[in-house]
């Protein structure tokens, strides 16, 4: 029983990325249809209410004044930006030490330092800016005696990680003990993964793909991001088809056809605006497929759980502290001040990235928010123990969206894998958070990434018919 349906251009995958896709589509004077695997849109934004009142992002949540493309659809579903609560101290806590970050390396340095000595060596460019680095290394006199004596240590030790691998690159950057244990923690929040399975290279790249100066975690909107996903599905003509998880995508001589449980579909172009990761799952028969299947396979899905905490009093404020911690043991623990502006009670939220996610999705929901109490206790004292309300969101091994924040290139796989799977051509198209080159890993990367689609169909039409 095939059904031919007569759109332009179709959709897969109702989150961000797949909805601008489609609304940018409808703009441009195309029909589109959006197919969604799961029974809501939104993907990894997803907003639930909570029983003290409120609600919870229990994927994206914030943005910065930079991300003027989710703002400007905030601002058309009528939504309050809240700035996230600042001031006070921000904690690293290494052993049984709690430091001040100010006494850290930031997070910035780290990614400047990353970005100058993580190299291709098959690049004669690169290759010859960083033997020219290394040059003025050893002929400055050393600032620092420990960096010098970690760098012998470093040369005449065994490397235990993968050379191309991001343990690898942070152990070269010569940190302090301290730094490194809250670098290599960061990193394992961040990427979802430990960073000895994720390709230094492809990090580089990535931290190249964030549009703006300023800290991500700006603003974020008391009624959820859900409305962002609202307001983009609101707009469009052809309502999403929600549970019809698309299988199958066929390149025919002039259209596309795509198999879902219940039928085919055929339109002249396609956008794919699902995780790398989840991609794979789908089977392609198209023009190139084993070069395409080389790129998918290149991504690892990230690990995250989020938890947010209700409390009576923002007790971490009245003792000076921002509210923000991150943890070098267990790797992968962060967590920052989520309070709104708009009276509702205080707020921490607690992000677990990596194996320590991993790990945790397996016990049961009491055990692992008793060790994630007992973990904050550590920062914040004793009344971190006592939450009014918890909340949470596991996103591991998720069936449609890999897992969170985001999937990043693995150790051996292809490190220009994002690029060429944004550049990818024909009529099968690939858009989403993960591949974008404004602000990669984020919900503006997604709706950028899925107009950017759009454009380059359009452009290309456009240059068939003149
Ligand atoms: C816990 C967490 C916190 C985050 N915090 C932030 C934040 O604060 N700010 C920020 O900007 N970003 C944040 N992110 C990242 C952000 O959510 C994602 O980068 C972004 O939402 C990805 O959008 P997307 O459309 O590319 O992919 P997705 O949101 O994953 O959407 C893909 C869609 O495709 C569907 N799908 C998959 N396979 C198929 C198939 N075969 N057929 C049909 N449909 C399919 C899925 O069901 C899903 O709806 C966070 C993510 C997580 C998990």
Known sequence: MKQTNDVNVLVVGGGAAGLAAAAAAEQAGLTCQVLEAQDRLGGRVRTVPLESGGVFDEGAQLVNGDMGTVLEVAARSGLHPAPVARGGIDLCMVGEEALRAEDLISVEEIYELLEEQVVRWDS???????????????????????????????????????????AAALRALLLSPEEHAIAFSLFTEILGGPPEEINAHAVRDLFARYGSERDDAEFHFSRGMVMIIDQLASSLRHTPRLSTPVRHVRHLSDLVEITTDTGAWAADAVVVAVPPTVARNITFDIPEADELAGLLSSFRAGDMIKTLLVFDTPFWRLRGFSGSATFADPPGLAVMDGSLDDGSPPRLIAFQGGPLAREW???????????????????????????????????????????????????????????????????????????????????????????AAIARIVGEAGRAAA
């Open 124 to 166: 004669f460019g690169e290759a010859l800016r960083a033997l020219r680095l290394k040059w003025k290394w050893w002929n400055t006199p050393w600032e620092s005696v420990g960096e010098a004596g970690r760098g012998l240590k470093l040369l005449v030790e065994k490397r235990p990680f993968h050379r191309d691998s991001l």
């Open 361 to 451: 999705a397996t016990l049961p929901p009491n055990e692992r928010q008793a060790r994630l109490l007992r973990q904050l206790s550590r920062a914040f004292g004793d009344q971190a123990l006592a939450p009014r309300e918890i909340a949470e969101a596991v996103w591991v091994d998720h069936p449609w969206c890999g897992g969170g924040y985001n999937a990043t290139v693995r150790i051996g796989g292809d490190p220009d894998a994002m690029a060429r799977l944004a550049a990818w051509g024909g009529r099968v198209r690939f858009a989403g958070a993960e591949i974008d080159d404004r602000f990669w890993g984020y919900v503006e990367g997604a709706v950028h990434s899925g107009r």
